[in-house]
């Protein structure tokens, strides 16, 4: 089946640093990917939608100039969060699709960010 | 926009029981309804999906209901076994190009399965 990969799985950071969160579509080529956050307990919250070779599209209330986010290729896509702070921490998760006529997402296994 | 609510919140239920969750949709215009299993610290797996042209699919144990009329939509577990405690989400799209295509979810379901 289709695999997502994030690195890295878990990073710590000072606060005012920039950290890059990689997510990449192993054996297919994704033509849409899509960035979530999710807090402790709650449910995933869609950050923005990146086609590859576009600007990707935000969600009202997600900071545009501090979580970057750029789908370079097919099979890779980055979110920087910039100027980090504590509550930035969170679990970042990407999905991709495939495109065609498949409508399934296919999940990472999540980044644990931790801002000290 | 499309908005999901999901019910309950938790559920336990004993080993060799049945579960139900439902999740209810805003936006007719929604045509996909996939349902993912979220084990601890780990990102969401596709466990069945359901296209609105269809009212029923199952897959083994795991069972979905779609009642486009009414704007619900509901996941069935039967015989249900401690591996399938985990958090439970369901969410729905639009369409297959761009932002159409991306998943609002519902709040979660936590599942424990008791021996």
């Known amino acids: 089946g289709a695999v997502v990969s994030q690195h890295p799985s878990r990073v710590i950071c000072k606060s005012g640093t920039s950290v890059k969160i990689e997510c990449r579509s192993l054996?297919?080529?994704?033509?849409?990917m899509f960035w979530y956050r999710q807090f402790p307990k709650q449910s995933l919250m869609l950050m923005a939608t990146?086609?590859?070779?576009?600007?990707?599209?935000?969600e009202q209330g997600v900071e545009k100039d501090k979580f970057l986010i750029n789908h370079a290729s097919l099979t890779l896509s980055t979110l920087t969060v910039t100027s980090a702070h504590p509550e930035d921490s969170s679990f970042y998760i990407c999905?991709?699709?495939?495109?065609?006529?498949?409508?399934?997402?296919?999940f990472g296994p999540g980044t644990r960010l931790t801002v000290t | 926009g499309e908005n999901v609510e999901q019910h309950p919140s938790t559920l336990s239920v004993q080993e060799g029981d049945s579960a139900v969750i439902k999740c209810t949709y805003s936006?007719?215009?929604?045509?996909?309804f996939p349902w993912y299993k979220q084990e601890l610290g780990k990102g969401p797996q596709l466990i069945i999906d359901?296209?609105?042209?269809?009212g029923e699919k199952k897959d083994q144990r795991i069972a979905v209901t779609l009642n486009k009329t009414a704007k619900h939509f509901s996941l069935h577990i039967t015989e249900t076994q401690p591996e399938d405690s985990a958090v439970y989400f369901c969410?729905?799209?639009?369409?297959?190009?761009?932002?159409?295509?991306?998943?609002?979810f519902g709040t979660g379901t936590r599942l424990q399965v008791t021996l």
């Open positions: 999905s991709a699709r495939d495109g065609g006529l498949s409508y399934e997402q296919y």
């Open positions: 054996d297919f080529q994704a033509t849409t």
């Open positions: 990146s086609n590859e070779g576009s600007k990707a599209t935000y």
């Open positions: 936006d007719s215009a929604s045509n996909y």
């Open positions: 359901i296209r609105s042209n269809v």
């Open positions: 969410a729905a799209s639009m369409g297959l190009t761009g932002t159409a295509s991306k998943l609002t």
